[in-house]
Nanobody
Framework: QLQLVESGGGLVQPGGSLRLSCAAS????????IGWFRQVPGKEREGVSC????????TYAASAKGRFTISRDNDKKTVYLQMNNLELEDTAVYFC??????????????????WGQGTQVTVSS
């Protein structure tokens, strides 16, 4: 059974940085799509970034573009989300998710099959 475990969340001041990790166990493929999503209480979960295909094609939500970088280490079965210049509005629980095929619309949460338990990111002064 495939499992995803996020780590790296925490408390950071505005302008600070965090690197989230999403480690997969079980059968995965280099062409899998891995997405990062976030959710705050009372709001829908939203896509932040995703990476897919053997070439590692990336997509970013407008809110993440220029500040966040997604990357993957296939040998470690781990996907990272480097978050720089964090803002108060980035406070949320961050989830990673996996879909086996290559997803063109990879910021859509309904297309993913497996989810991690989430890691809290709090940006506060």
């Amino acid at each position: 059974q495939l499992q995803l475990v996020e780590s790296g969340g925490g408390l950071v001041q505005p302008g600070g940085s965090l690197r989230l990790s999403c480690a997969a166990s079980g059968v995965t493929h280099d062409y899998d799509t891995i997405g990062w999503f976030r959710q705050v209480p009372g709001k829908e979960r939203e896509g932040v970034s995703c990476i897919r295909g053997t070439a590692g094609i990336t997509t970013y939500a407008a809110s993440a573009k220029g500040r966040f970088t997604i990357s993957r280490d296939n040998d470690k079965k781990t996907v990272y989300l480097q978050m720089n210049n964090l803002e108060l509005e980035d406070t949320a629980v961050y989830f990673c998710a996996l879909a086996s095929p290559y997803l063109t619309s990879c910021l859509r949460m309904d297309l993913y099959d497996y989810w991690g338990q989430g890691t809290q990111v709090t940006v506060s002064s």
